[in-house]
Each structure stands twice: as structure tokens, then as C-alpha cells.
């Protein structure tokens, strides 16, 4: 269990994703000390000792580079912290599990991806809170990348090669890029030669850089991330395409939050900027602030899944 201040409450245990996902990923044993460059996952819920209320919440775990973990939970700690309760903070490996979990209320709130809440809001009824401004826009992108020293210049030249996908739910990990084929009549399973999934745009952006595959789509706000603070890995790929922009991923609360606790919490997240201490914290996550969101900048994606799922029904899983 992880101390912070006020108290926080983590319960976690770690799995590693390694870039060779290819044969799948292992969920590891409960560990003490948080290593937040690796991926984690939601155990039991732990009870409050003292009786405060708890605060559950979670992070997508392919919603931000992993060395950004740790600060999430700072901006999570704030959040709880302003509120006088207590933070649990969870994790998943895929977003079907967060949404999941946000709709059954094993959790409060979460900051999820694009496509999973604009394809699972109805499922599960979670309400859109937030969302983040990041190089002032609250917008997003899919780029699709090779490797630096490949000759490929377009979608049409990847015909043939092995691609990465991150999550089988992810907007502009995988519905992207399989909207782009469907206007070319495509399928990925008759496109490339092989499709594998990495579960994190890291991952993605790692396997193209040591050439584990030809190309994959991956979140702008990741490859962005990585070639401002660390360009070990995207030094070493391009961008080729860049999509439209996309209504970039919110922080969701469950349909069962308290209208007050909710209303409570939109307006510290939507304030933050201005305190000085978590104005700290959202330009360590390169956040310019948080603004109320529209879920009409999502309705985008619904178009391009009612493009997508008939092919899908073809054979894509």
C-alpha cells in the first residue's frame, strides 16, 4: 500500500507489458513498491479503516505514457484531498475492463479513452465530467508511423506488412486506422500480413522504433509526449497520416455518483489551473486545463464505427 498525502490508498498489482505482446501478457503477483513504469491492475477493493469516504478512480492504462502515472495519481491525490476523502486508485489492462467497472460503480470516476466512452456511454451509463485542453484544444489525433528508416510513405505502401493495433476498443489505436481501410474497400485481415495487439501506444510506438512491426496507429497525445520529453523511441519513427481531430479522452464519473460529489468535483478539476499546486501537476501531464465537455465532439466516432462494424462482421474480431 502506497502512502501520500492525505492518506492515499492504493491497491494495486503489477503485471509487466512487454513490447512482445505477441503471445500475450501475464498478470503478475501483488507487489508493495509502486513501479509506475509498468502497468497495473485493479485488485479487491480495500475498506477504509477509518471510516472516510473513498474516492475510487481510474486511469486508462493506455490513456497516458506510463512514466505519467505517478502524476496522475498526484492529480488524483489533489482531487481526493480537496474533497477530505480518501483515494483508491485502480487500474485495468484494457478499456473494456474500466468501462465494465465504471457501469457496475466498482469505481467513481475515470479517465477513459474517446472511443470506449463515446461506444459505451449508453452501455453503462456513465456521465462525461471533463475534459482536458492540451496545446490548446480539446482534441486529439491518430497517427499512423513506420520507422524512420522505412520506405513507406502512405497507408497503401503498408499493404502486405505486419501492423500494430493497441486495444481492440481504442478510437485512434484501432477504429482509425481500420476507417481509413474501410474507404479503400480494405480489411485489416486481407490488408496486412499480420496484425498483433500491443495494449499501449507506448508499446506501439516501441515495437515500430526496433522494427518488431512495419507500422501501427497510435495516440497523438503519446507520440507527442515522448518526442517532447523522452525521443529515445519516436526519434526513430515518422508520422505519415494524421487523422481528423477527435474529441480528446475525458474523465467519466459512474451513473451512481452523488450529484453533489459530482458537481463537487467538475469544479475543483475545472479550477485546477488556478491554484498553484495543481497547476503544477497539469504541466507535468502537459494539461493546459480542464474545460466542461460536449458529447457532441464525440458523435464523430459513432460515424466511423457505423463504417467499421459491418466490415468487422466479416471477420474481424
Keep these: 500500500m502506497l502512502r501520500m498525502p492525505h492518506r492515499v490508498h492504493c491497491v494495486l498489482v503489477a503485471f509487466l ?9 501475464e498478470q503478475g503477483e501483488e507487489v508493495r513498491v509502486v513501479d509506475f513504469s509498468k502497468a497495473v ?29 505517478g502524476v496522475y495519481l498526484q492529480l488524483l491525490a489533489y482531487v481526493s484531498q480537496k474533497m477530505e476523502m480518501e483515494l483508491e486508485f485502480v487500474q485495468r489492462k484494457t478499456y473494456a475492463e474500466v468501462n465494465e467497472i465504471l457501469g457496475q460503480g466498482e469505481i ?9 466512452y463515446a461506444l459505451g456511454r449508453e452501455d453503462h451509463g456513465f456521465e462525461l465530467l471533463v475534459a482536458p485542453v492540451v496545446q490548446g484544444a480539446p482534441a486529439y489525433y491518430s497517427y499512423l508511423i513506420v520507422n524512420r528508416d522505412s520506405p513507406h510513405q502512405s497507408l497503401e505502401d ?11 476498443h481504442s478510437n485512434t489505436g484501432r477504429l482509425v486506422p481500420e476507417y481509413w481501410l474501410a474507404v479503400m474497400g480494405e480489411r485489416p ?24 512491426v512495419d507500422g501501427a496507429a497510435v495516440d497523438s497525445l503519446i507520440w507527442d509526449y515522448y518526442s517532447r520529453e ?26 451512481d455518483m452523488p450529484r453533489d460529489r459530482v458537481d463537487q468535483i467538475q469544479r475543483l478539476l475545472l479550477n485546477m489551473h ?23 465532439w464525440y458523435a464523430s466516432i459513432l460515424e466511423l464505427q457505423e463504417t467499421v462494424l459491418p466490415l468487422r462482421e466479416h471477420g474481424v474480431p
Design 17 to 25: 507489458l512487454g513490447l512482445l505482446l505477441i503471445a500475450g501478457c
Design 41 to 69: 491492475a485493479i485488485s479487491e477493493p480495500v475498506a477504509d479503516a477509518d471510516g472516510r469516504s473513498v474516492l475510487r478512480a481510474a486511469v486508462g492504462a493506455m490513456i497516458s505514457p506510463k512514466e505519467t502515472h
Design 108 to 116: 467513481d470516476l475515470a479517465f477513459i479513452c474517446s472511443g470506449p
Design 158 to 168: 503498408l499493404r502486405g506488412t505486419s501492423f500494430a493495433f493497441t486495444d481492440p
Design 189 to 212: 485481415e486481407s490488408f496486412f500480413r499480420d496484425v498483433i495487439y500491443t495494449y499501449s501506444h507506448d508499446n506501439s510506438i516501441q515495437a515500430v522504433a526496433q522494427k518488431l
Design 230 to 255: 523522452n525521443p529515445v523511441h519516436t526519434d526513430r519513427t515518422r508520422v505519415i497520416k494524421r487523422s481528423e481531430p477527435y474529441g480528446i479522452p475525458p474523465i467519466v464519473v459512474a451513473p
Design 274 to 296: 488556478t491554484d498553484p499546486e495543481g497547476a503544477v501537476i497539469l504541466n507535468k501531464l502537459m494539461i493546459d486545463r480542464f474545460v466542461p465537455a460536449d458529447p457532441a
